[in-house]
């Protein structure tokens, strides 16, 4: 059975720094390209970034570049989220998502970890 | 960047009602086109991929169609159960852009 399970989400200062971790179970991690999707309270579903089974390629949404990067350790069937610069727009539920082996789609979900940015 | 544009926003539909729902991009996308549900206070789960394909374990009156630009999902008989926001995401290339959601109530 897949498992996602996401954490490190927290209330942070705006301009601070957060790192997100999805655990991952249940499949061959390095196989499979994962996602970051947020939600910001009471809104829809924002897209932010994704990264390849090997972690060669990676790809963000225009907010999020130059203060976000996406990355896994593959020994370690982790995802990772290093969120820098911190705004008050950033305040989401971030999930981790694992595409389907050969297309984009996200065919699992995880919980979801809530980032609150606020002073 | 292409656009993803749903319609309606928002509707509310009898039990046993055909319910259509509308997603729009911006430039063609061919197949790549996928369906979300999301209801109340859970994860987002996928219902609908390359357009047409349902996920298994999805009923089989949630039902999808289209290609390029215009793509439609249908809930042939309304359930309770069904009560969501419905998204649609393009996932050709980079972004993997959203629509805005629609959301199904029950009249």
């Known amino acids: 059975e897949v498992q996602l399970l996401e954490s490190g989400g927290n209330l942070v200062q705006p301009g601070g720094s957060l790192r997100l971790s999805c655990a991952a179970s249940?499949?061959?991690?390095?196989?499979?390209?994962m996602s970051w999707v947020r939600q910001a309270p009471g809104k829809g579903l924002e897209w932010v970034s994704t990264i390849s089974g090997s972690g060669g390629s990676t790809y963000y949404t225009d907010s999020v570049k130059g203060r976000i990067s996406v990355s896994r350790d593959n020994s370690k069937n982790t995802l990772y989220l290093q969120m820098d610069s911190l705004r008050a727009e950033d305040t989401a539920v971030y999930y981790c998502a694992k595409s389907d082996r050969y297309m984009f789609y996200l065919e699992h979900w995880g919980q979801g970890t809530l980032v609150t940015v606020s002073s | 960047d292409i656009q993803m544009t749903q319609s309606p926003s928002s509707l509310s539909a009898s039990v046993r009602d055909r319910v259509t729902i509308t997603c729009r991009a911006s430039q063609g996308i061919g197949n790549y086109l996928a369906w979300y549900q999301q209801t109340p206070g859970k994860v987002p789960k996928v219902l609908i991929y390359a357009a047409s394909t349902l996920q298994s374990g999805v009923p089989s009156r949630f039902s999808g169609s289209g290609s390029g630009t215009d793509f439609t999902l249908t809930i042939s008989s309304l359930q309770p159960e069904d009560v969501a926001t419905y998204y649609c995401q393009k996932y050709n290339s980079a972004p993997l852009t959203f629509g805005g959601g629609t959301k199904v109530e029950i009249k």
């Open positions: 249940g499949f061959t991690f390095n196989n499979y390209a």
